[in-house]
């Protein structure tokens, strides 16, 4: 190779190595943002990857049904109303307006245009305020916006759509306790079908009660009706068995899982 030569060469080199320099950098930041801004706003959730060998590999299967027994978003998911997205009516308004802030993470401030912790509501703008509708419950609600606002106990309109985080607050006031006893999944269309035990108490003291420790593990030995008389019975809890059908979501602006459909089975 002459001098010539050379002196291309190396200046092709170069240029390369300036593009793939250009291109790699950006993408790293960016990544170490998203994780960053996912750390800030679900500092809770961890990333959860499913395929249909999750599904048939018995270890990925049990650390699926660790995973999503370990984390409260998805215990607030079991905890809304009986709904089905294909079939959702006026009649669901109450029900989804109720549990939108209790599966709300009150850390993600990034789509919100005010947070007010003195009176215990937060606002988003229309467009947002229909993107997390579908983000939770597979559907559109823009025709339902004005019977919305007449829920004053939970929304009101103030330049923006706004909502009351106090059932949140509520929420924490019970402990609970679930029990992932199947779980199918349809590949075609990502979507997860839970069977599930529900038990629900009033919390009376910081610790459990010996009643509640005894149904954690008779649940846990897939005793179910006995820890629904110790809940229900000793512990004037709740008892609910549900089928779930949901997706997850990691990349979720505004909530991680999304219900396609709730139903109780039995309580």
Known sequence: MNKSNKKSFYIILGAALVIMLAIIIPLILTGEKVESNRAKYFPTYTDIKVNSRTFTDE???????KKLSEDFLFERL???GDYDSSNMTKK????LIENYMINFELSNTRYLTKFSKEKQYI????????ESYVELYNTDISKYLDDMMYRFKYMFRKQNYCMYYTMALDFTMYGRMFYINKMDYDKDNEIITADIYLYTYP?????ETSAQVNA?????NKEFD?????????????YERKTIRFKINNNGKF???QIISIKTTDK
């Open 59 to 65: 270890e990925k299967y049990e650390d699926l049904r």
């Open 78 to 80: 079991i905890t809304v």
């Open 92 to 95: 669901d308004l109450d029900n």
């Open 123 to 130: 606002c988003m703008t229309e467009n947002n305020l229909k």
């Open 203 to 207: 919390i009376t003291t910081e610790a």
């Open 216 to 220: 954690r593990t008779a649940m846990n």
């Open 226 to 238: 006995r820890a629904k008389k110790l809940i229900v019975e000793d512990s004037d809890g709740k």
């Open 255 to 257: 909530f991680k899982y």
